[in-house]
C-alpha cells in the first residue's frame, strides 16, 4: 500500500471539446476536494480571443483555491494572462527559450511522450515536471504513438529528482499500478462526463492504494 502522504496528485486537464460555462460550473467543487494540484489548460486549435476568455475565467477559479494554472503549448500567454506556467512538447520545443518567455518562478512542464532521452533533457534543462504518455494507444487521438511503459516510470522514480507525470490512459486501474512511481497523474477526460468529483475521487483512492 502507498503512503497517502506520497500519493499522486492530480493533474485535471481540461476536457479539449468542453463547453467554458460547463468547465466553470464544474471546476470550483472539484479544486474543493482538494485533490487537484495543478489545472491544465487545453484548447488544441482555439483561437487567441477564446483562449484568453478561458484564460481569465479559470485562472480566477483555480487561484481562489490555491491552485496552480498552465497552459499547454501557449508559450506567450502565460506571462499577460497571469498564469502561472506553460507545458511543452520534446521534441520541438527549445526550452532555453521558453524558461526565458516564462521567467524563472513559472512553472515548465515538459511532455517527453515515451522518450527517456527527452526526459532527460527536460530534466537538465530545469523543467519542474516531465510527463510521459500516453500510457495505451489512443487512436482517436490522432497517429498511434509509442506508449510509455510501467518500467519507465519505475526506472525515473527511482534514478531521477524531477517530478514524473502519467498521463492517457489513467483510469483507477492503471493509477493503482502507477501510484509506487508516478508524483502526478492526468485523468483522462472522460472525468468530465457525469460527477466530476465522484470521478476524480476515484482515480485518487486508486493513487493512494
Not at 502565460?78 to 520541438?92: A, F, K, R
Not at 521558453?98 to 534543462?125: N, Y
Not at 510509455?148 to 522514480?157: R, S, T, Y
Request: some cysteine.
Amino acid at each position: 500500500m502507498t503512503d497517502a502522504e506520497d500519493a499522486a496528485r492530480l493533474v485535471l486537464a481540461t476536457p479539449p471539446r468542453g463547453e467554458l460555462d460547463a468547465i466553470a460550473a464544474a471546476l470550483p467543487g472539484a479544486l474543493a476536494t482538494g485533490l487537484v494540484a495543478t489545472v491544465r489548460l487545453d484548447m488544441p486549435g482555439a483561437a487567441e480571443p477564446e483562449l484568453r476568455r478561458a484564460a481569465d475565467r479559470l485562472r480566477e477559479i483555480c487561484h481562489a483555491a490555491d491552485v496552480a494554472i498552465v497552459i499547454r503549448d501557449h508559450v506567450g500567454l502565460v506571462e499577460p494572462l497571469g498564469l502561472d506556467g506553460v507545458q511543452v512538447s520534446l521534441p520541438g520545443a527549445n526550452l532555453k527559450k521558453v524558461r526565458a518567455a516564462i521567467g524563472p518562478d513559472a512553472i515548465l512542464g515538459v511532455d517527453c511522450g515515451a522518450s527517456r532521452h527527452d526526459g532527460m533533457t527536460a530534466g537538465e534543462a530545469g523543467a519542474d515536471y516531465v510527463l510521459f504518455g500516453p500510457l495505451v494507444p489512443d487512436p482517436a487521438a490522432g497517429p498511434v504513438v509509442e506508449p510509455a511503459p510501467l518500467e519507465l516510470f519505475e526506472w525515473w522514480a527511482q534514478m531521477i529528482e524531477v517530478p514524473v507525470v502519467a498521463e492517457g490512459g489513467v483510469d483507477a486501474a492503471r493509477a493503482a499500478t502507477l501510484a509506487p512511481y508516478a508524483d502526478f497523474a492526468v485523468p483522462p477526460a472522460s472525468v468530465w462526463e457525469g460527477d466530476l468529483v465522484a470521478n476524480l475521487k476515484a482515480i485518487d483512492a486508486a493513487l493512494r492504494g
